[in-house]
């Protein structure tokens, strides 16, 4: 039997699944009528980006799953590597 997130993967090609990272920074932010979260995980040096509505509980040191896909953003001329995330839960 397939996970929800097994069958978003497979659906579009374009997202990736990690399961199971450690987190090792979490901040949020506001970002209008929105709450700007990011994620750095252990071992990866790229952030993980997700807008909710309201705050989320603090994850750091918890391990999580994720489900994203890459981003680039242009500031300034320069080119900065996120990583969107789509759908993320505590392992």
């Known amino acids: 039997m397939k996970s929800e997130s097994d069958k978003l993967v497979n659906k579009h090609k374009q997202l990736n699944q990690t399961d199971n990272a450690k987190v090792i920074s979490h901040v949020q932010r506001e970002d209008g009528d929105w ?9 990866l040096e790229v952030p993980f980006v997700f807008r909710r509505k309201q705050q989320y ?12 896909y890459r981003h680039v953003e242009d500031v300034a001329g320069i080119e900065f590597e996120t990583m969107k995330v789509v759908r ?3 392992s």
């Open 57 to 68: 509980q603090n994850l750091k040191g918890a391990r999580v799953n994720l489900t994203y």
């Open 35 to 43: 709450v700007r979260h990011t994620l750095m995980l252990e071992g």
């Open 88 to 90: 993320i839960k505590r």
